[in-house]
């Protein structure tokens, strides 16, 4: 043994060379992805001086580029487009949309010329639900009600009383002869037991992983669908940023209340949000049996205009990220933004307060205390800078704000799953809607004035005296955000 011993004490200064010259290897990796200049150097900077630690860090959470195989991209591709043609025919042409006018076309032409998998329709009929629990309880009638298909896609579902309500609604719909169909992201998904999974199963529930923590060695881990998405029948839809899980819904004894946005869409919009289901699941699963059940004939709910904005790590546009920027760059009277989780880049940053400095009324409702410390600290490191420009920023006092919802003027609304992070930007599978129509606006107001009055505002010269050791700490944070 002590041989042993003393080998591993030999061996030890010819392992932290192989570590080193693994993290000089890496170099070059970093380079050639052509990141923003703070990224790349946070990244350089963790594999000189952590050896080993930073180099196991870069390979699991570093490449943040997945290339989808191109045969099975364009399979996938062609197989739903295919079925989107009943969708798009029923859909007025964006250059119809005459009661979009302004800054609303520019910002529509915009996720136009995005292209890829955006839609715009019109047509659709909207609901709001600021409350986690009324939603949720859409959401489960609108499951009982199946009678074809249930198409559902989360990041997060909790083995809880409402991931049990979930599950079990699931069950039924499946014994009656519904197809149902559940993507759950591996990572998000990580604490589900077996057990969770095994009436589902039992009922004929087709369920599947979203980049199963299996294939660590295949493909990077640091990327996860943060998408949520409800599909019910081919003609509603549900879709925002409630997960499954008692917080989300303020069910008694479980955390501290979360202030949640979710949408629930009737008309043709729901078919984009279908075909965003259905990429996913084919690409996870490599099953093709999609027919003209997910895409019935698409008629005409309401008159809201709405554009399906999906964007990933697959696709270099970053749509939501060029979506907020226009939508910011593009506002007149205000722009009023929920998020819970706030790290922008420097194009968001400067986009934010040339809008407060040129007269907008650029209001921020962020949390007060977050589930991630180290990404709520290097979002307050940003604060003064905005303080300084003239963006009032509110923070939520009666517990976590969920919400990632922004109001434009007086007739643009975007909800959606995307924080204004830049994990959300480049790293997760998300989807978020642009919606126009003065109606929803004024709801989507009147909830944020709501929320505001839960709000304490902060106030340059007080945020300035904030004790030195809260300084510190967002400035350790604010160093390692790019990589956040």
Not at 237 to 265: C, P, Q
Not at 390 to 417: A, C, N, R
Not at 446 to 454: G, P
């Amino acid at each position: 043994m002590p041989g042993l011993w003393q080998r591993s004490v030999e061996l030890w200064p010819y392992l932290g060379l192989l570590a080193e010259a693994l993290n000089v290897a890496l170099i070059p990796a970093v380079l050639v992805r052509r990141k923003e200049p703070p990224s790349t150097l946070a990244w350089i900077l963790a594999l000189l001086f952590l050896p080993g630690f930073a180099a196991a860090l870069f390979l699991v959470h570093g490449r943040d580029r997945m290339r989808w195989p191109a045969k099975r991209k364009r399979a996938a591709d062609r197989m739903v487009e295919a079925r989107l043609g009943g969708v798009r025919a029923s859909a007025q042409p964006f250059d119809a949309f005459a009661d979009v006018a302004g800054e609303g076309q520019r910002i529509f032409r915009a996720c136009q010329s995005l292209g890829g998998a955006i839609e715009l329709t019109s047509g659709n009929h909207v609901e709001v639900f600021a409350d986690g629990s009324n939603a949720s309880l859409a959401m489960e009638r609108a499951i009982d009600a199946a009678k074809s298909t249930v198409l559902a896609e989360y990041y997060l579902v909790r083995n809880d009383a409402t991931g049990a309500r979930f599950r079990e609604r699931l069950v039924r719909a499946a014994e009656r002869g519904v197809d149902v169909r559940l993507l759950l992201d591996a990572y998000g998904c990580f604490w589900l037991p077996a057990s969770w999974f095994r009436p589902l199963k039992a009922a004929g529930v087709k369920v599947a992983e979203f980049l199963p923590l299996s294939q660590a060695l295949r493909l990077p881990m640091n990327l996860r669908t943060h998408r949520k998405i409800l599909v019910v029948d081919g003609d509603t839809a549900f879709t925002g940023g409630l997960n499954v899980g008692d917080e989300y819904v303020g069910a008694k004894g479980s955390e501290a209340m979360w202030r949640d946005t979710h949408v629930r869409i009737t008309g043709p919009a729901v078919g984009s949000l279908t075909a965003v289901f259905l990429r996913d699941w084919h690409f996870m699963t490599g099953q093709s049996d999609v027919d003209a059940r997910f895409f019935p004939e698409a008629r005409p709910a309401g008159a809201v205009h709405v554009a399906v904005v999906p964007s990933g790590p697959d696709d270099p546009r970053e749509s939501i990220h060029r979506l907020f920027f226009a939508a910011i760059v593009g506002a007149r009277q205000r722009v009023w933004i929920t998020t819970p989780y706030f790290v922008p880049d420097r194009s968001l940053l400067v986009a934010l307060e040339s809008a407060a400095l040129r007269g907008v009324s650029v209001h921020m409702i962020l949390p007060s205390r977050s589930n991630h410390r180290v990404t709520h600290r290097a979002g307050t490191s940003f604060y003064a800078e905005l303080l300084e420009a003239g963006v009032e920023l509110y923070e939520y006092l009666p517990g976590m704000i969920h919400s990632k919802t922004m109001l434009v003027d007086d007739e643009l609304v975007l909800i959606g799953s995307a924080n204004m992070d830049m994990r959300s930007f480049r790293l997760n599978f998300e989807v978020h809607t642009l919606m126009h129509d003065r109606t929803l606006t004024e709801t989507v107001e009147a909830r944020f004035e709501q929320d505001r009055a839960n709000c304490r505002q902060l106030r340059l010269e007080q945020w300035m005296r904030r004790p030195w050791h809260h300084r510190l700490r967002e400035g350790a944070a604010r160093l390692v955000s790019p990589i956040l």
